[in-house]
C-alpha cells in the first residue's frame, strides 16, 4: 500500500477557512483523502512515527516537523527509516509508513504551513514475494488452533474461499443466503458477488451468526470489525498454532488450492480470487 498523493486531497475545506491554519487542519484534511480502507493504516504509521519521536500524536508530528524544519526532518526520516530496517519490517511496511509522512508534509507545503517536502527515498523492495500462503499441514494447525466461532469463521472465509480482509468487515448478516454469500469487493468493484462457501465455511460461518437476523457478521462490542480487528484475530491464532501468518497469507492459501485442483483453468482461478485481471 502506498499513500495517496498530496496533490490529489481536497484543498477547497482548507482554503475557505477563516481561522490560522493548523497542523491539526492539515492532517484532518489529509486523513479525508485517503479512501476508507486506507485511512486506519496511514492514520496508525503517522502515530508510530508521533511516538517513535516522543510527540502527542499525529497532529502534533506536523508541527513538529514544520519546526524542525528541512534538514531535521530529513534527518530524523532517516533515522527512523533505520530503526525499522534495525527491527527487521519489510521494505514494503518502511516505504508505506515513509509514504505517509511525505504525503502530509506534501499537502502541509501546498497550503503554506512548510516550505519544503521530505527526501528521504524508500527502500528497495525485493521484486519477488511468496504468494503461496501457509502449505496444507501447516492451515490444518492453523484452523486446530481456533477456539472460538469467530475466528474459525474468519480464518476459513479467508484461508478456504479466498476473502480479503476487508471484505470479511463489510460482510452482514443478511449476505448469507443458504449456502452463498454475497461479498462486496474493493475499489471499484462494488456489486456484490456470489461466492459459494462450501460445507466446512459454512458450518463455521452459521456457528458464528447464531440467531441473529440482521447486522454485521463480525462485531466487537457491538460494532462491526475493522482490519484491527481481522488482525488481532489472525494473530491470535498464528500464535497458537506456531505458524507465521497474515491475513492476505489466508487468502493466498485460498488462492493456491484453487488454483492446484485438477481441470482448474486461470480463468477460474481468477473468477475465484475475484481479480480484474489474470
Given amino acids: 500500500d502506498t499513500a495517496p498523493d498530496a496533490a490529489q486531497a481536497p484543498d ?11 497542523a491539526s487542519s492539515v492532517l484532518t484534511a489529509y486523513l479525508d483523502a485517503v479512501a476508507p480502507s486506507s485511512r486506519e493504516a496511514y492514520g496508525r504509521d503517522l502515530a508510530r512515527l508521533a511516538t517513535w519521536c ?3 500524536g499525529p497532529a502534533a508530528l506536523v508541527q513538529h516537523l514544520a519546526d524542525l524544519g528541512q534538514a531535521e526532518s530529513n534527518r530524523l526520516l532517516l ?10 519490517l519489510s521494505p514494503a511496511t518502511i516505504n508505506r509508513r515513509l509514504a505517509a509522512v511525505r504525503s502530509v508534509v506534501k499537502l502541509a507545503r501546498m497550503h503554506g504551513l512548510i516550505g519544503w517536502t521530505i527526501e528521504v527515498p524508500s527502500l528497495k523492495a525485493k521484486k519477488y514475494r511468496d504468494t503461496r500462503g501457509p502449505t496444507e499441514p501447516e492451515y490444518a494447525r492453523i484452523l486446530a488452533a481456533c477456539v472460538t466461532p469467530e475466528e474459525e469463521a474468519a480464518v476459513r472465509l479467508m484461508g478456504d474461499r479466498g476473502l480479503r480482509a476487508g471484505e470479511v468487515v463489510r460482510l452482514d448478516v443478511g449476505d448469507l443466503v443458504g449456502a452463498i454469500l454475497s461479498v462486496r469487493g474493493k475499489g471499484a468493484q462494488q456489486e456484490p458477488v456470489p461466492v459459494d462457501l462450501g460445507e466446512a465455511t459454512l458450518a463455521a460461518l452459521l456457528r458464528q451468526v447464531g440467531d441473529r437476523e440482521s447486522g454485521p457478521i463480525f462485531r466487537r462490542g457491538g460494532a462491526r470489525w475493522t482490519h484491527s480487528d481481522v488482525r488481532r484475530v489472525v494473530e491470535a491464532v498464528a500464535a497458537r498454532s506456531g505458524v507465521s501468518v497474515h491475513p492476505h497469507g489466508l487468502r493466498h492459501r485460498a ?7 485438477p481441470g482448474v483453468t486461470v480463468y477460474a482461478v481468477r473468477e475465484f480470487a475475484r481479480h480484474s485481471s489474470i
Fill in 12 to 22: 477547497a475545506p482548507l482554503a475557505r477557512r477563516s481561522e490560522p491554519l493548523t
Fill in 54 to 56: 516522543r510527540v502527542a
Fill in 79 to 88: 533515522s527512523y527509516r533505520a530503526s525499522g530496517q534495525a527491527e527487521s
Fill in 255 to 261: 488462492i493456491t488450492a484453487a488454483a492446484g485442483l
